[in-house]
Structures are given as structure tokens and as C-alpha cells.
């Protein structure tokens, strides 16, 4: 049944040539649109389709397919010919399922591994060829601010800030906000101008930390790892304000990731993944430490067999363990509640619901060249039959 999510700019329209624009689902007798958000991230591929309403959205469709488009990528700048056919296979699949809902607005963002790959672009360019989906790769200010907009409704009513740990496959951004100004400027000033005092991106993501790390036994590990995280959340010059301010008021903070749902789901020891279960409950640090003493202590086998890890997401829970580990040493006093939201939530209500951006004036045929495309992409119109 699809869910309505209680939360959360973007591209040039763009409407394919004979293509036909298909509806969303009848609500009082009129035809609502639908919008979707794809993130390209350096471990995953995700699509998320909504309706909006109200202030918020109703979801009709969600996927998640893991790439691995920043495999190896920490070693040689470049991402590599097998994660690039893995991540344009999964964006065939998300492009079927678009065209499936005949959605309207899309939106489409690639991050870190993106960012880092002095192949980045050319990659990008080769996705729109092969599937008519435009990609822009946003900065790391642009993602954390996203991620703080589609976790703001986890914000507890009398907290007066917020840190949100973001923890990404190639990167994690921490976000100092404040709590008192997102309520007062109400949900509109939250999409103008999301209220963040400090934030930093940080070069630490599971993918990348577990690289690093990956010609020792997970034993011999671990504890470097979180040296190695502990050493990297120190580098930030705003973690003693956040410290101070985490142990003396009602702050709190939010871990937005796969690795902190799936640590969420073995301290409730779900016998399979629910939502309704993880989003927005809260783990002490006393309670996370246990849970990921057990993720050490069942090895690699044992945390397969678990039913909300699996194979997939296995073999990255200690690397992301250790950054969790690491921040909560960095505020002991820090309660976190658990967003399985984030990103996408946030590219949805920032495009349904946040400042419409002027449309560009039109060019004439004179302005471009034969067969120019473009690659940095704003909100697409339709999706393509062709590619």
C-alpha cells in the first residue's frame, strides 16, 4: 500500500519529442503528478516517486539497486568500466520504472564518486546518451543541505539544534542546525533557507573506509578504522562547538544512512526490514555500541544471516560502524534518531514545494550547435523513448 511520508532544485524542463505524458493517481476526481528524485551515490542507485500533498508527499514507488559506482575509485581517481556498466544497468531499471508511472518531473543527482572521478563528467554524458536521464553532481553544501530537508520533521519539538550525519559510501556530511529557527521560519523558510550553522564534508564513507582498510583481517580493522574516523570528525574545527552544545542542551542527533537503518533493525531485532519500525526511533549510544559489538562479534558469516543486513550490505557495516562509533565518541551526550529518509526525501519537497526558479529564455536554433546536449540537468520533463 503506498505510504505517505510525513516530512520533505534543480534542472531545466525538458519535454521528450512524441512523448506522452501519463498522470499520477486519481485523488477527488482530479489527476495528481508525480514527481521522482534519483541519487547516484557512490554505493547505491535510488529512485524514490511521490504525489505530493499537503505539506508533504504520498509515495507510489521506491528502488534501490547497489552499484558500487565508487569501487575502487579511492586508488585510481577514475571510476572503472565494470562500476560504470553496473550503475548504467541500474539506471536502465530505474528509467523502465519511470516511464512505467509516467512520471512528470525528475530530478536526477550524482554525489561524491562523482565529484571525485576525473571521469565524472564524461561518465555523466555517457548516462544521458544510453538512457535520457540528465544528471547534475551537486557539491557536498548542496547534499548535506538536502539531507537536513528531508530529515526536518525528526527534529524533536524542543530541541534547540541538531546534528544530522549524513554517512554516504564515499563521504559523510555533518550538519550543525538550528533547531529553534527551522520551526520559527516554518516549513517555507526551511525550503528558502534551510537554518544550518556549521557543516563539513568529511572524506570518510563506507566504501571508501572499508577500501582503505581491505587487506586486513576485519579483527585487525576495526580498531584502525576508527582511529582513522576518530582522527578525520577531530579535523573539523566545528565539532568542539557542537560537542559543548550536544552535552549542555536539548540537542539531539540524526543519522540519515543505510548504515544506522540497518543498526537501528539489529538493536530491535527485527526478523525482516520495516520501516514503520526504524524511521524515527531512537538509539542511546549504550544501545548502538551493542549492536555493533554484535555486528564484530558474528563475523562476516553471521552478519549475512542477519535479516535486515544481508549479503549486500555486509560487508560495509563495520566501515560505517566505525564512523558511527567515532562521532558518537565525539558527542558522548548525543541521543540519535534514526532517518531512514534523507537525500531523495529532500530533492522531492524542494522541488514540489520550494522557490520556483525563473524559466530561462528560450534560444534560438542559432544558440546551439548540432547534436549539443546538456549534462548539468535541472528538473526533466518526461522521459525519453529512445537511448
Known sequence: MPQVINLGHTMADKK??????????????????????????????????????????????????????????????????????????????????????????????????????????????????????????????????????????????????????????????????DARAARENGFKGLLEHAPILDWT?????????????????????????????????????????????????????IGTSGTVTCLA???????????DKVDGTWLSQEDGLAAIKLLRDVGMDGRIKLPTIGNERAGLMLSGCAIVDAVWEACPAGRLRVADRGLREGLLLSMMYGPKKPKPRRRGRRGRKPGQTQTGGDDQKGIQDGG
Open 201 to 253: 564534508s568529511l572524506p570518510l564513507g563506507v566504501v571508501t573506509l572499508s577500501e582503505a582498510f581491505a587487506h586486513l583481517d576485519e579483527v585487525e580493522a576495526y580498531p584502525l578504522m576508527l582511529d582513522h574516523a576518530r582522527q578525520t570528525i577531530a579535523s573539523w574545527p566545528g565539532i568542539a562547538a557542537v560537542r559543548e552544545a550536544m552535552a549542555e542542551s536539548e540537542a539531539h542527533m
Open 16 to 177: 521528450a519529442p512524441g512523448t506522452r505524458e501519463k498522470r499520477g493517481a486519481q485523488r477527488n476526481g482530479k489527476t495528481a503528478p508525480l514527481f521522482a528524485a534519483v541519487d547516484l551515490g557512490t554505493n547505491n542507485c535510488r529512485l524514490l516517486v511521490a504525489e505530493p500533498r499537503g505539506k508533504t508527499f504520498r509515495v507510489v514507488d521506491s528502488h534501490s539497486q547497489i552499484a558500487r559506482l565508487g569501487e575502487g575509485l579511492h586508488e585510481t581517481g577514475r571510476l572503472s568500466d565494470a562500476a560504470i556498466e553496473r550503475a548504467i544497468d541500474a539506471l536502465r531499471n530505474i528509467r523502465k520504472k519511470l516511464k512505467q508511472h509516467g512520471v512528470g518531473r525528475v530530478r536526477c543527482i550524482a554525489t561524491e564518486a562523482c565529484r571525485k572521478a576525473a571521469n565524472g563528467a564524461e561518465f555523466i554524458r555517457r548516462v544521458h546518451e544510453e538512457t535520457g536521464l540528465t544528471f547534475k553532481i551537486i557539491g557536498a553544501k548542496e547534499e548535506a543541505r538536502l539531507a537536513t530537508i528531508g530529515c526536518h520533521d525528526l527534529i524533536e519539538p524542543n530541541a534547540s539544534s541538531v546534528l544530522v550525519v549524513d554517512i554516504g559510501g564515499g563521504s559523510t556530511e555533518l550538519s550543525w542546525v
Open 265 to 275: 533493525g539489529v538493536h530491535l531485532k527485527l526478523d525482516r526490514y520495516r520501516r
